[in-house]
């Protein structure tokens, strides 16, 4: 009898950026399924808008400039998190695959968990709380061996 391989993806984010792994079993390592990243999630807010703050009043002589108070790069991120969590939900959905783990920076990884489906979560056998998007797959397990026999 033939056993079905379990497929697990690793999910790797930074709020900018995400890749997608999958691991088909013990000692399969990891495989790039997908890359994303969000030009205007990776660009701080300075940047995005204006050259300079906007001036505020014009009483006597001094003018002084303001901040815009929206961060336009937060929001940016949390639209990529909210899109890659739509991703991994549609595919919890089509059953591409068996476990999910979780690795993402501390703000990403609540972006991601707060837009999670009910089937994607059902899934979720591991979060960690880190900002890993540097590293190479082999790196990668490392961190993983102790939840994946990668």
């Given at each position: 009898m033939l056993?079905?391989?379990e497929k697990t993806w690793v999910i790797v984010a930074d709020g900018g950026r995400a890749f997608i792994y999958e691991n088909i079993g013990p000692g399969k390592g990891l495989s790039l399924?997908?890359?994303s990243s969000s030009e205007d999630a990776r660009t701080p807010t300075r940047k995005q808008g204006t050259d300079r703050p906007g001036q505020n009043g014009s009483s006597g002589s001094r003018r002084h400039g303001y901040d815009n108070p929206a961060d336009w790069?937060?929001?940016?991120k949390t639209e990529f998190m909210k899109g890659l969590s739509g991703l991994v939900n549609d595919a919890a959905a089509r059953g591409a695959f068996d476990k999910l783990i979780l690795i993402a920076a501390p703000k990403a990884l609540g972006d991601?968990?707060?837009n999670?489906?009910?089937?994607?979560?059902?899934?979720?056998?591991?979060e960690l709380n880190?900002?890993?998007t540097q590293l190479k797959p082999a790196a990668l397990c490392d961190h993983l061996k102790n939840v994946l026999r990668v």
């Open positions: 056993f079905a391989k399924l997908a890359e790069q937060e929001a940016a991601i968990r707060q999670l489906g009910a089937k994607a979560q059902d899934k979720l056998i591991h880190k900002d890993l």
